[in-house]
């Protein structure tokens, strides 16, 4: 038999904190952080000097609500609400000493909305780990990707992956409670 309690409000008898349940018990509706997604690259991705190219995020770790596109490498809003992305790409160079410029992006409906840039010409460097994080309110149907620039000098620029569960590059995030 299942019981409700229906109540308008709970005010603590005693002390600074209220306990709900025990460990191990688990919390759903309202109090938690869905949806919610951690999809990564698997493969390495050669990519065209100097160019702005979106990234083959390809698998999926967690998918609570089956958001993230893995053929469009795009995560698509189930819940409309205010949302905390984050996200990471290994971009290198085939040549040592040779990344110039590299640019990771994360972008809304095509928008950017976070550039992370970094510099490293004369800086003799083959490879740059950007990572930026944003919070942006959506609506259902709006969609989240990340895309990559990389300028070298004379070698081939790819997004590094080192496996298929290494997780070098990855697009996550989350729903906002209370927000």
Do not use: H, W
């Amino acid at each position: 038999m299942v019981s409700q309690l229906k109540v308008n409000e709970i005010i603590k008898q005693s002390g600074s904190s209220i306990t709900i349940g025990v460990d191990g018990d688990t919390v759903s509706g309202p109090f938690t952080n869905v949806p919610a997604f951690f999809a990564y690259a698997s493969a390495d991705q050669t990519v065209s000097d100097a160019t702005e190219t979106v990234i083959q995020i390809n698998k999926t770790l967690k998918d609570t609500n089956t958001g993230f596109n893995t053929s469009t490498y795009r995560y698509v809003i189930p819940v409309a609400g205010t949302y905390c992305f984050y996200g990471t790409a290994r971009l290198e160079s085939s040549t040592a000493g040779d990344v110039g410029d590299a640019n990771l992006k994360i972008r809304k409906n095509g928008s950017d909305v976070i550039q992370i840039f970094e510099n490293y010409s004369g800086n003799n460097i083959k490879a740059s780990n950007p990572f930026g994080s944003v919070i942006l309110q959506c609506v259902v149907n709006d969609y989240i990707d990340m895309t990559a620039y990389i300028n070298v000098g004379s070698g081939t620029p790819k997004i590094d992956t080192n496996g298929d569960s290494s997780y070098r590059t990855y697009l996550a995030g989350y729903k906002l409670i209370g927000a």
